[in-house]
Nanobody
């Protein structure tokens, strides 16, 4: 069974930075496309960033040039470095993993394993 365990989130002021992580447990010998999604109250869940086994990355237009997704294969852990945060980045952030070499089309979320969620709050 695959489990994704996310780090604790936090509250920051606008233009601040925050990093969150996601560790994969179980079946770690599989290769995974990994991604971050977020869900804000009153909005639909949206894809934030993804990284495949070849380290090819994709980002939502709203976070490109501000967020950076990375992973440490030795630690089976993925990270999301968030810089220049804005109040509109406030959301519950979820990590996700799917056993594929290359990621599905950006935003596709079926058949993923999911983390428990991490709250990120950005104040103005």
């Amino acid at each position: 069974q695959v489990q994704l365990m996310q780090s604790v989130g936090g509250s920051v002021q606008a233009v601040g930075s925050l990093s969150i992580s996601c560790a994969v447990y179980g079946y770690t010998n599989r290769i995974y496309c990994m991604a971050w999604f977020r869900h804000a109250p009153g909005k639909e869940r949206e894809a934030v960033a993804s990284i495949d086994t070849l380290r090819s990355t994709s980002y939502a237009d709203t976070v490109r040039d501000r967020f950076n997704i990375s992973k440490d294969n030795a630690k089976n852990t993925m990270y999301l470095q968030m810089n220049s945060l804005k109040p509109e980045d406030t959301a519950m952030y979820y990590c996700a993993a799917v056993p594929l070499v290359r990621c599905p089309p950006f935003g596709y979320s079926d058949h993923y394993y999911w983390g428990q969620g991490t709250q990120v709050t950005v104040s103005s």
